[in-house]
């Protein structure tokens, strides 16, 4: 609904539609990766999404064409995040990955926070650097695990304060967000 509104012409595609052939990514400019426990009802579904992809060469080709493209953009949210950190894609430069770990609470966490979105160049959230927001989370595996210094990092959003519960996993930097350094 929410790319609706913004003018987008929204489908919703699941994998089986990719994984039978139905959709094709090359169909598509935009791909949001939905969280809510999409890909099942556990911890670590993130995880589970991308060995879906990974261990199918057709979907692993796939994904890379779509995010090679240069007019293409994608965003994560919850196991959606964490299914992009799994597969490498937002610093495919990196040799290290990033990952998404057990929040330091090791619970589920569900808050409404305050965040800071600091200078960026995201095309989703640029447009947005130096204002605060107000915004619901609900995680189990919140927490960014980063293993390079944070200028190596496009963090596109951040927790106001860095202590327990304002920054409900524990993530370093306060990050709550991160983006590729292309912004898309």
Same mark, same amino acid.
């Given at each position: 609904?929410?790319?609706?509104?913004?003018?987008?012409?929204?489908?919703?595609?699941?994998?089986?539609?990719?994984?039978?052939?139905?959709?094709? $990514?090359?169909?598509?400019?935009?791909?949001?990766?939905?969280? *809510?426990?999409?890909? +099942?009802?556990? #911890? %670590?579904?993130?995880?589970?999404?991308?060995?879906?992809?990974?261990?199918?060469?057709?979907?692993?080709?796939?994904?890379?064409?779509?995010?090679?493209?240069?007019?293409?953009?994608?965003?994560?949210?919850?196991?959606?995040?964490?299914?992009?950190?799994?597969?490498?894609?937002?610093?495919?430069?990196?040799?290290?990955?990033?990952?998404?770990?057990?929040?330091?609470?090791?619970?589920?966490?569900?808050?409404?926070?305050? $965040?800071?979105?600091?200078?960026?160049?995201?095309?989703?959230? *640029?447009?947005?650097? +130096?204002?605060? #927001? %107000?915004?619901?989370?609900?995680?189990?595996?919140?927490?960014?695990?980063?293993?390079?210094?944070?200028?190596?990092?496009?963090?596109?959003?951040?927790?106001?304060?860095?202590?327990?519960?304002?920054?409900?996993?524990?993530?370093?930097?306060?990050?709550?967000?991160?983006?590729?350094?292309?912004?898309?």
């Amino acid at each position: 609904a929410a790319f609706t509104r913004a003018g987008f012409d929204a489908y919703d595609v699941h994998m089986t539609d990719l994984l039978t052939g139905r959709a094709d $990514l090359a169909e598509f400019v935009g791909l949001a990766c939905a969280g *809510g426990f999409s890909y +099942g009802d556990v #911890l %670590g579904a993130g995880g589970g999404w991308a060995k879906t992809i990974l261990h199918n060469d057709r979907m692993i080709e796939m994904f890379r064409t779509f995010f090679n493209r240069e007019d293409t953009f994608g965003l994560g949210i919850c196991n959606g995040c964490q299914l992009m950190a799994e597969l490498g894609l937002v610093y495919p430069e990196h040799e290290k990955k990033h990952k998404m770990v057990h929040n330091d609470s090791h619970k589920f966490e569900s808050n409404f926070v305050s $965040l800071e979105i600091p200078k960026n160049n995201s095309v989703m959230f *640029g447009s947005l650097s +130096g204002t605060k #927001l %107000g915004v619901w989370v609900a995680h189990g595996e919140g927490k960014f695990e980063f293993p390079y210094e944070e200028k190596e990092y496009n963090i596109i959003a951040k927790y106001n304060y860095d202590g327990y519960p304002a920054n409900p996993n524990g993530s370093p930097w306060s990050v709550a967000g991160v983006c590729s350094k292309d912004g898309r």
